[in-house]
């Protein structure tokens, strides 16, 4: 299912250039299953035309606080009713300080103050000058303060050719906050760890040793821990994804670099999830020199030398946070999984078989702790996630539920 299925979202378009970016942001919206009714100002149809979001979104297009369209000529108070969000983008300079201000001099301001419990979103999009600027950044404050989530702005190359904060996020990562601002915040305040993706043992300087891990399990745990309201910290190997919003990538290569970055952050969290596929053993000795064929010459001799369990050892930690293990299979499972999850002494290990899931894009979980097995469907990996995080949520011991201080 689609994750904006079901919600209807007033999409609020005000005086900016990012208005081009708006119809995308509209289509993908749509894509994820949202009905879209769009109300512009004045200002934004300076930028973009009402018929082009009209033929988008396929619904009328709302500018004028008059508009007799409406049976009741009441087009503020009847478009924010049943809705599930407003999200003002882009959010210019003087629409963020009329918001701040209470202002309702045109119809979508007036919606804006008449919306009841209908949570407001905005992506501000101005000149970095007009950012910075100490009423922009007061306004700003002040929003917050009511509970206006703000997505952005963006660093980067600006319209006017200046650089700076201020440009407005791409329509896909306001796409991901809006998405991300309807998960339920289960864990709130908590801080998750999460380790993901291969690692890589040097044999010499263009030679390793590596794994079929994606790493997406792992980016998918971390961005659903983000959705959930979490501080997430992600110890990742080499891989090609992108790091999820709001959440703290640290890279490592080896699995002794893991080791060495996992550790000093571990006692410092609420809930590690090992998901990354380690490798158990490094090279002893790994070459300075790339290593040459010599004609006749046997081939090199490796030699192995144990990495250390990172997992078991953050289980160990006097402080140790609530260790959540993955174990990828081939055959026996149950056996495997549970065993492993007593060796390495965690409440909790997800299972699946690595067949299955190894370089696919869905997945199917199975959950083992004390009690058994809690199997979940088979699902993309980030619906997945989100229900094993709400999985992790609900059975949080109340030892490592503490929010943050
Ligand atoms: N793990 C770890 N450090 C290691 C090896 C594994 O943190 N050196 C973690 C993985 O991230 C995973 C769990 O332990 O959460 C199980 O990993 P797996 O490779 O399946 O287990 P091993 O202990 O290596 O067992 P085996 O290779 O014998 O199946």
Partial sequence: MPDLHGKRIILGLTGGIACYKSAELLRRMQDEGATVDVVMTAAATGFITAATLQALSGRPVWEDAWDSRMDNRMAHINLSRGADAILIAPAST????????????????????????????????????????????????????????????????QACGETGSGRMMEPDQILRALIAFFQPKVLAGRRVLLTAGPTSETIDPVRVLTNRSSGRMGYALARAAAEAGAQVTLVSGPTALDCPDQVTRIDARSARDMHAAVLPLAAQADIFIAVAAVADWGIRNPSARKLKKQPGAQPPQLDFVQNPDILAEVAALPQAPWCVGFAAETEDLHAHAQAKRQRKGIPVIVGNLAQHSMDATDTELIIFDARGTHPLPRQGKLQAARQLIGWIAGHLPETHAAPIG
């Fill in 94 to 157: 003087d629409f963020m300080a009329k918001l701040a201000h209470g202002l309702a001099d045109d119809l979508l301001a007036t919606l804006c103050v008449a919306r009841g419990a209908v949570p407001l979103l905005a992506a501000p999009a101005m000149n970095h000058e007009m950012w910075i600027h100490p009423a922009t950044q007061r306004n700003a404050a002040q929003l917050r303060a009511d509970g206006v989530t703000l997505i952005g702005p963006a660093e980067g190359q």
